[in-house]
């Protein structure tokens, strides 16, 4: 990997290490992620997973709006995209 492409890194004192996987839709997230919580875990380490946004917060009235919307809905101040 080139040098202009990773990121500053370092270390942060706290316990654990964050790993996330961002793409499109149907770009292989979920399998990605499968393999490395099933790696990691074959390797002894504990996992948890998140999946954002969450179905929950699909669900609701606010992100509907948003999907339907998101121009509209943000510019009459319904949805703050970054609160979802």
């Known amino acids: 990997m080139s040098p202009e492409w990773r ?3 370092r270390p ?3 316990p654990g290490t964050l790993i996330a996987f961002d793409g499109v839709d149907g770009s292989g ?7 490395t919580r099933a790696y990691l875990r074959a ?6 997973g998140y999946k954002l946004p969450s179905r929950e ?4 009235r606010w992100f509907k709006d ?3 919307d998101p121009f509209g809905s943000v510019g009459t ?4 995209p970054l609160v979802l």
């Open 77 to 80: 101040g319904e949805v703050d």
């Open 66 to 68: 948003y999907i339907a």
């Open 12 to 14: 942060h004192g706290l």
């Open 29 to 35: 997230k979920t399998t990605t992620t499968r393999m």
């Open 57 to 60: 917060l699909k669900a609701s």
């Open 43 to 48: 390797c002894g380490r504990t996992v948890r």
């Open 7 to 9: 990121l500053p890194i």
